[in-house]
């Protein structure tokens, strides 16, 4: 079976192309290389491509007949979201749908998305199930939504057959050392801890510190980004075995506040964290925590890297391989 992956040169993206590959799937990996990194691209079959061209997507399936589509790239950061809604509507919804019509034209009615617990907004319970009411609280939550509502509308008049996965906080590198976490500029809590530790011009900023929480900042349920990406390949495998269409969320039904999660890193690494308390970001919510016994039952998915600890020693060892004067 072969899979397109786009965006498969990013964090996720290329975690999840490893677990493909581990798997038994061929991959080919469609990304334009705007965020993507070339280093940490597994395998061959590697298209430099931009979504955003109906020709260019039409060449990738021209050129690689494929069995399956797993959807990661877009854009992905809220505060940017915010100020610039016009670039996010229409970079993350003309990609998707020029990638979705030129499936269609190719005959190919299997697909993963990568979606994300910002569909849910300010939660009114957690943990969070699957059949929350939809609010997303910023423009980058809201393109995520429009894009599972299309999915919705294809699969009901084409046929098609997708599973939304909807994460929660990725962490954590590739325990075998070959990827991990490259975004610039970061705005993931524990890369940047670890980079403050690691640069001499990098301050670490947490933002807020009133929220309601008991230490005052606010609560995220973290998840192995070798365990989200395992997640991917097991959903891919049940759709094609025969799995209904539907959304899944993708967390460890647990949450850390910012104070633990940096306690913790200074147990992990043995160095102290000094930061700055900054306001609360527009959008934040004070706790995300994610309900995963759909994942379990439908899935049959159990993360193995995803308690703190782990996440944090594997992405110091990412993070100081590449930081060797750190």
Not at 217 to 242: F, N, P
């Amino acid at each position: 079976m072969r899979v397109l992956v786009t965006g498969g040169a990013g964090y996720i993206g290329s975690h999840t192309v490893k677990a493909l590959h581990t798997a038994g799937f061929e991959v080919v990996v469609f990304d334009n290389f705007s965020t993507g990194h070339r280093e940490l691209v597994m395998g061959r079959n590697v298209i430099e491509g931009d979504l955003m061209s109906k020709h260019e997507v039409r060449s990738a399936f021209s050129e690689f007949p494929c069995d399956a589509v797993m959807h990661f790239a877009s854009l992905i950061q809220v505060g940017e979201s915010f100020r610039d809604p016009q670039r996010y509507y229409t970079a993350n919804l003309i990609s998707s749908l020029n990638l979705l019509d030129g499936m269609l034209e190719a005959g190919i009615d299997t697909f993963i998305f990568s979606s994300s617990a910002a569909v849910y907004g300010d939660p009114e319970d957690v943990p969070i199930l699957e059949t929350h009411p939809l609010r997303p609280a910023n423009p980058y939550g809201q393109t995520k939504y429009f894009v599972e509502s299309i999915l919705q509308d294809y699969a009901r008049a084409y046929g098609l057959r997708f599973i939304s996965l909807r994460y929660f906080n990725a962490a954590g590198a590739d325990p075998g050392g070959e990827l991990g976490e490259l975004h610039e500029p970061e705005t993931h809590l524990i890369p940047n801890i670890l980079r403050s530790l690691l640069e001499k011009d990098k301050t670490l900023e947490i933002f807020g510190t009133d929220f309601p929480t008991p230490d005052g900042t606010a609560v995220r349920d973290y998840i192995h980004v070798s365990d989200l990406a395992g997640a991917h390949a097991l959903a891919l495998q049940k759709l094609l075995e025969g799995l209904e269409s539907g959304v899944i969320n993708l967390g460890a039904n647990h949450g850390y506040s910012v104070r633990e999660v940096i306690h913790k890193v200074e147990e992990v690494t043995g160095r102290t964290v000094e930061y700055r308390e900054g306001p609360r970001r527009r959008g934040d919510v004070p706790v995300l925590l994610a309900s995963k016994a759909r994942a379990e039952k439908w899935l049959g998915w159990r993360p193995r890297h995803s308690d703190l600890e782990t996440m944090i020693r594997t992405a110091w060892e990412w993070h100081r391989s590449r930081h060797p004067r750190g």
